[in-house]
C-alpha cells in the first residue's frame, strides 16, 4: 500500500534569519514524513542556504521584487507570480506553506495569488493582521507580536500535524569544500592559527540596526590589547567601506571578507569564530545555527521575535530600551537605542563569552 502525498512547497520568501529560524520546522516534517518531496520557494540571496541542508528536492527562486511605488511595479510583480504559480501548479504540491508574515497589503495580493495558483490540496501561513485569513488553515498572528519565531513556527508545525520540539534550535554545518575554502582563506589573510578569533558584523542592511561603528572599534580594540585576538570582519560588498574604517581605527591581524563570500563558504568561516560580535542580521542568526557564542545588539528590531535561538551561556543579547522600539523604520532622527547602548557593557558581555569559550576549547 503506498503511502499518501505529503509533497509540500514551504514558501520563504524572506531574508536570511528568517530562513534559519524556520530549520526546526522543515526538519521536523521530514521526520514525521519521511521519503515526502520537499521544495522551497525563496529569494535568490537565501538560496545558498536551502542548498547547503539537502534537504530540499528544487529550490525555486522568487520573483525580484519590482518598484513597488507605481501601479506598473505592481502590475509587473503580480505577472511574475502569476507566471511563477503557473509553473509551481506542475508540481502537484499537497501542502503549501507560506512561512513569512504579511506586512502589507502589496504582499497579500501577492502571496494569495501564488496560493491559489499552485493549488495545493492544503495551504497553511500566518495570518499577520487578518491578511492571511485565505489561507486554509491560518496561523494568527499581530505584526508586532511578542511570540518568538520559533514558537510561531510550532503552531505552524501544528497545523501541518507535525510535532516541532520546543526545545529543538535552529542548526547549520558548513560543506566539506566550504570548509577547506574557509581555512585555506584565513590562512592567506595572515590568521594566527593559535590567536583566539572574533567574528566582527559591523553593517546591517537597514542603517537603523548598525551600532555607531567608533564603538565596534573600542570594543575591538579593548579585546586586542586583552586576549591578543584576529579578526574576521564580515558582512556584504556594501560593508567594505565599514571594515576599512575599523582598520583605520586600530585593528590589527584583521581578515576582511566583506562581499568576497558565498553564504556557504560564510558559514564556514563563521564556524571558525571563538566569538561573534553583531548587530541584528541574518549572519546573527546563522552564527547561532553554528552555535558560536555570540554578543547581539539589538536596536529597533523585534527582540523577542528574533532573539539568537542559543543556550543563555552561549549569548548575550544588549538593548537601549525606548519607548519607539521595535519599529520598520529604514532612518531615524535620534537613533537613541543605538547611540545609548554604550560601550561597556558590550566590552563586558563580550569578554565574557570569549573567555568562557576559550576555557572550554583548552
Known sequence: MSSP???????QIAGIGDFVLSLPLVNAFRRTYPGSRLEILTHARVADLAELCGWFSAVHLAP???????????????W??????????????????????????????L????????????????????????FDHPIEEREYDPR??????????????????????????PDPAAARWAEAFLSRHGRRPAAPLVGLQPGAVRLTHRWPLERFAEVARRLQEEFACDFLISGGPDDAPLAAALLEQGLRHAVVACGSTTLRQLVALLQR????????TGPMHIAAALQRPTVALFGPGELNRFRPALPAERVRVLRHEVECAPCAL?????????????????????????????????
Open 5 to 11: 502525498d505529503r509533497s509540500a512547497l514551504f514558501v
Open 64 to 78: 525580484a521584487p519590482a518598484d513597488a511605488s507605481s501601479p506598473g511595479g505592481l502590475l509587473r510583480s503580480a
Open 80 to 109: 511574475a507570480y502569476v507566471l511563477l504559480g503557473l509553473r509551481l501548479r506542475r508540481r502537484r504540491f499537497h501542502y503549501f506553506v507560506s512561512l513569512k508574515t504579511i506586512s502589507s497589503s502589496r504582499g497579500r495580493l
Open 111 to 134: 502571496i494569495w495569488l501564488l496560493t491559489r495558483l499552485v493549488g495545493a490540496a492544503r495551504s497553511i501561513g500566518r495570518n499577520t493582521d487578518g491578511r492571511g485569513s485565505f
Open 148 to 173: 518568538h519565531e520559533l514558537e510561531l513556527f510550532r503552531l505552524l508545525g501544528e497545523a501541518l500535524e507535525v510535532k516541532v520540539d520546543a526545545q529543538e534550535l535552529p542548526r547549520l554545518e
Open 273 to 280: 569564530v571563538d566569538l561573534f560580535i553583531t548587530n541584528d
Open 330 to 362: 529604514a532612518t531615524c532622527s535620534h537613533h537613541s537605542c543605538m547611540v545609548h547602548l554604550q560601550v561597556e557593557p558590550v566590552y563586558e558581555a563580550a569578554r565574557q563569552l570569549l573567555r568562557q569559550a576559550l576555557t572550554r576549547a583548552s
